[in-house]
């Protein structure tokens, strides 16, 4: 089973937008929920966002509604964060997770996790 690999972060500055990739090899990208948490420093792991196998439904953290967009290209097997206005507690190693349940990505309780990439908003 093929594990989520993550791309596209890197330094930016406050007010600043970032795309994120997370990409699954394999042709049953389709069936998986996909998500996205983050993990600040000296700080737990949070969830930020979810979305279903179609990109037909979504779910976002409070704390990134507005600013985040998750979405998805099942013909690419890749799935995106785009952020925008990004703030300097966005700096985060951000994680994508894959499961066939929408409630255990949500809940982080996914089976399959990716190795992260950094994402650091500072001026």
């Known amino acids: 089973q093929a594990h989520p690999e993550e791309s596209g972060g890197g330094l930016v500055q406050p007010g600043e937008s970032l795309r994120l990739s997370c990409s699954v090899s394999g042709r049953t990208f389709s069936s998986y929920v996909m998500g996205w948490f983050r993990q600040p420093p000296g700080k737990e792991r949070e969830f930020v966002a979810a979305i279903s196998q179609n990109g037909g439904r979504t779910f976002y953290a409070d704390s990134v509604k507005g600013r985040f967009t998750i979405s998805r290209d099942n013909a690419k097997n890749t799935m995106y964060l785009q952020m925008n206005s990004l703030k300097p507690e966005g700096t985060a190693v951000y994680y994508c997770?894959?499961?066939?349940?929408?409630?255990?990505?949500?809940?982080?309780?996914?089976?399959?996790w990716g190795r992260g990439t950094q994402v650091t908003v500072s001026s």
């Open positions: 997770s894959r499961d066939g349940s929408f409630e255990a990505v949500v809940g982080g309780t996914a089976f399959y």
